[in-house]
């Protein structure tokens, strides 16, 4: 199975940083990775797709890439509605899920 | 507007069996793959099953394989999870999504406990 390895667990931030979270794969996923945005209370919501792609209407400070195995999502400048958890999954093989990174205020 | 609204969640004793179901609107169910996920109180997401859009590839994550079953009717625009052998590891939200991940929803909540 491919284990999705993200960093960090939890993201003390404040309004107006940048901030990257990280998922580095076990094995070759190519481009098959997607973030999700999950806050308190709610169903995620789809923020990358394709590592790179932004999905329908998520804003442009939001970002994706990718490195080799390793896979980022970065807020150009965080805005208060950004505090959320936020997981990647791989859809290469069988899904998984990282294990989350709660970006919470400083 | 598309619209995915689960049911058939509850507490259930362990060992027991439970069925859930995903009624979808506003798009073509027949032409799309779908999942379910879970979520356990205060934990991540853990992806549970996929179906494709005609049944014809089903896939189950290993926690949950030889006990649950995902399947559709697609005339009826719904998906279904069979849980059988109920776990208390099973307690969790679960979602419907539609593949891709761009459409959830609001989930239903299993109990199992004795």
């Known amino acids: 199975d491919i284990q999705m390895t993200q960093a960090p667990s939890s993201l003390p931030a404040s309004l107006g940083d940048r901030v990257t979270i990280t998922c580095r794969a076990s094995?070759?996923?190519?481009?098959?990775l997607r973030w999700f945005q999950q806050k308190p209370g709610k169903s995620p919501r789809l923020m990358i797709y394709g590592a790179t792609n932004l999905a329908a209407g998520v804003p442009s400070r939001f970002s994706g890439s990718r490195s080799g195995s390793d896979y980022s999502l970065t807020i150009s400048s965080l805005e208060s509605e950004d505090m959320a958890d936020y997981y990647c999954l791989q859809s290469k093989e069988s899904p998984t899920f990282g294990s989350g990174t709660k970006l919470e205020i400083k | 507007e598309v619209q995915l609204v689960e049911s058939g969640g509850g507490l259930v004793q362990p060992g027991r069996s439970l069925k859930l179901s995903c009624l979808a609107s506003?798009?073509?169910?027949?032409?799309?793959?779908m999942n379910w996920i879970r979520q356990a109180p205060g934990k991540g997401l853990e992806w549970v099953a996929s179906?494709?859009?005609?049944?014809?590839?089903?896939y189950y994550a290993d926690t949950v394989k030889g006990r649950f079953t995902i399947s559709r009717d697609n005339a009826k625009n719904t998906l279904y999870l069979q849980m059988t052998s109920l776990r208390s590891e099973d307690t969790a939200l679960y979602y419907c999504?539609?593949?891709?991940?761009?459409?959830w929803g609001q989930g239903v909540m299993v109990t199992v406990s004795s």
């Open positions: 999504a539609r593949e891709g991940g761009p459409y």
């Open positions: 094995q070759d996923i190519g481009n098959y």
């Open positions: 179906i494709s859009s005609s049944s014809s590839y089903i």
């Open positions: 506003g798009f073509t169910f027949s032409n799309y793959g």
